[in-house]
């Protein structure tokens, strides 16, 4: 403790050096936490009871190709189905492609049942939405943002399927994700591509949680030698699918915080040979003093410590301040969910932080505390 | 009594393939109590001679025993600990550490015993008083003239109340005033605190102040009474 003091004052001697690379460090662990939370996000969706229950039914090819509508009775059939809704991705834009959020055609008469944890607000609107054949719901984040009311028409044109939805809004609906995207009838789309028969991917509701793997299997394998298999995964496993067609997300994420992270040691041992090297007079002066080559090591990785981790500390919680503050759910149009920092990635920042202090520092401070003091004094005029 | 006892002394540096012998077989006892200055020219090996007693240099031969302890043995930690309880050191310049006040510096070498914080403050402030800066006590150095910052660095050298006090040309940067108050103030700890000093100077005004001067000469300790 009593070399507390002695520690801050030389961490802070070069206010401007410090604060820089407090700075860099700062803003590398603010990147770093992005990148895990957009991870944990992708990988690990907030679970619900109801979620629990699903698994999403796909092409086994890939996401772009469809299956035929019929496969929904078919599936239905499976023991331990308990309900199916057709869930069509739309791919549409509302006036202006920068105005992007997630657009559903699903079984009207199905869709409240499955996500349960949807909450339309009123059985009135839910009524409506059922009955009317371009009937939608509409997210209340996306009705704040669109400043849409019950009853208005909202036309979406799709760069999918080169076609306009023309709806109107029946209810607003909240929850369970649901806040930033839009549902209209699948039978509507249906009819829009001229009964063409097909659906990207189904969703499906078990009776049980215990179900779920022994539903996949019977599904898969029910379609298996079919002209369109089938792929049925957890429905985090399929929005991981869902962003992996950018790319191998996991790899990149991690590929690019690697480089960062390497990117600040380096950057941090620079400074902290640049301050320990203009020491080497005051290193000879503490070891005269009997200050043994381990305590002054030890005090010249303490200081590296004490930066580094302002900076991780820092940038880990301006991280979750700022998303904690920020509507992520929104800015991606409905896609990441559960966009928080966790107080486990800001004590990993920190853990980073420490590493990268006893990385950058070790070397030279080990190097500085063994100089003969007879040395470091004849150098330190130099 | 004696207190340093220097035997067959020599240091030899070597740079690549060359070897310089900065001293050679040097042998001196300093009495306990005594104030001797090293004079010489540069290169003679006065400083040399200097850094071996204070342990922050080791010989290539010879041994040099101070208040009993052969310090040729020891071990790297074993020399800063016997340093910070034996050996008093005041460079030429550069003597403090910027950061710190003139408090935190003279209590730098306290911060290895185990005294306490009321107890540090205590020798710390007697140690201040002792070279008449307790007023500048909250100074950095940077707000300190040359012959303060030289005074306190005095103070952190007896604040452990070390046996040796060694001087590197302590006199060397400073004007003629200051110069003779901190001269002033290393002859009174030594005649009224008996503190055993040696000092290296070029100055030979300075040198007055020791009850004993030896010279050295391209690495030789010359007799006493002889000078280059």
């Known amino acids: 403790m009593k070399f507390l003091r002695i520690i801050f004052r030389n961490a802070f001697r070069n206010k401007r050096r410090t604060i820089l690379t407090i700075l860099s460090i700062g803003m590398s662990l603010f990147l770093i936490s992005t990148l895990r939370t957009l991870l944990t996000s992708l990988e690990s969706p907030p679970l619900t009871p109801e979620s629990a229950k699903r698994v999403v039914t796909r092409h086994q090819t890939s996401l772009g190709a469809m299956m035929p509508v019929s496969y929904r009775e078919k599936i239905k059939s499976v023991p331990g189905v308990d309900d199916v809704t057709a869930t069509q991705w739309f791919g549409g834009v509302y006036k202006d492609p920068s105005f992007f959020f997630a657009q559903f055609a699903v079984d009207a008469d199905r869709f409240l049942e499955i996500y349960a944890e949807a909450r339309v607000q009123s059985p009135d609107q839910a009524g409506c939405f059922k009955r009317e054949r371009t009937g939608a719901l509409a997210g209340v984040k996306l009705a704040k943002r669109f400043d849409w009311k019950v009853g208005d028409t909202v036309t979406i044109d799709s760069q999918i399927f080169s076609v306009k939805a023309e709806t109107r809004i029946c209810g607003l609906v909240d929850g369970g994700g649901s806040e930033a995207t839009y549902y209209f009838h699948y039978d509507y789309f249906n009819e829009l591509l001229n009964n063409a028969g097909v659906a990207g991917t189904f969703t499906v509701k078990a009776k049980s949680p215990d179900d779920l793997t022994a539903i996949s299997t019977a599904i898969d394998d029910m379609f298996r030698n079919s002209t369109a298999p089938t792929k049925t995964e957890t429905e985090s496993a399929f929005i991981l699918g869902f962003a992996s067609m950018w790319g191998d997300v996991r790899t990149l994420i991690v590929s690019i915080s690697t480089i960062v992270l390497f990117t600040v040691v380096l950057v941090a041992a620079n400074t902290m040979a640049m301050s320990i090297r203009e020491r080497t007079g005051e290193i000879a002066i503490l070891k005269t003093l009997g200050f043994s080559p381990g305590s002054v090591l030890s005090m010249m990785v303490a200081e590296s410590v004490v930066i580094a981790a302002s900076g991780g500390l820092g940038g880990a919680l301006a991280a979750k301040f700022i998303f904690g503050s920020v509507d992520m759910q929104m800015l991606s149009g409905g896609f990441l969910q559960g966009f928080f920092v966790q107080w486990s990635t800001v004590l990993m920042s920190l853990g980073i932080a420490l590493i990268v202090a006893l990385t950058s520092t070790t070397f030279p401070a080990w190097s500085a505390s063994r100089i003969p003091i007879a040395e470091a004094v004849r150098r330190r005029g130099e | ?228």
């Open chain 2, 1 to 228: 009594m004696v207190a340093v006892e220097i035997r067959n002394v020599s240091k030899i540096f070597k740079k690549e393939a060359q070897e310089v012998v900065a001293l050679q077989d040097a042998s001196l006892d300093i009495e306990a109590g005594g104030f001797l200055c090293l004079m010489g020219p540069s290169g003679s090996g006065k400083s040399t001679l200097l850094n071996l007693i204070a342990g922050i240099d080791r010989p290539s031969g010879g041994r040099i025993v101070i208040n009993g302890d052969n310090i040729a043995g020891m071990s790297e930690s074993q020399l800063a600990t016997w340093r910070n309880h034996t050996i008093g050191f005041i460079f030429q310049t550069f003597n403090l550490i910027p950061v710190l006040t003139a408090f935190e510096n003279v209590e730098l070498p306290l911060l290895l015993t185990k005294l306490t914080r009321t107890e540090r403050k205590e020798h710390v402030d007697t140690a201040l008083a002792l070279v008449g800066l307790k007023d500048r006590m909250r100074h950095y150095p940077r707000q300190l003239s040359g012959g303060q910052e030289q005074r306190v660095a005095i103070a952190r050298a007896i604040v452990t109340d070390p046996l040796l006090l060694l001087a590197d040309e302590p006199t060397g940067d400073l004007d003629a005033h200051s110069a003779d108050e901190v001269l002033a103030i290393l002859e009174k700890l030594n005649k009224e605190f008996s503190k055993t000093v040696v000092m290296v100077t070029h100055d030979p005004r300075a040198a007055r102040h020791a009850t004993v001067t030896r010279h050295l000469d391209k690495g030789v300790l010359l007799p006493e009474g002889v000078s280059a």
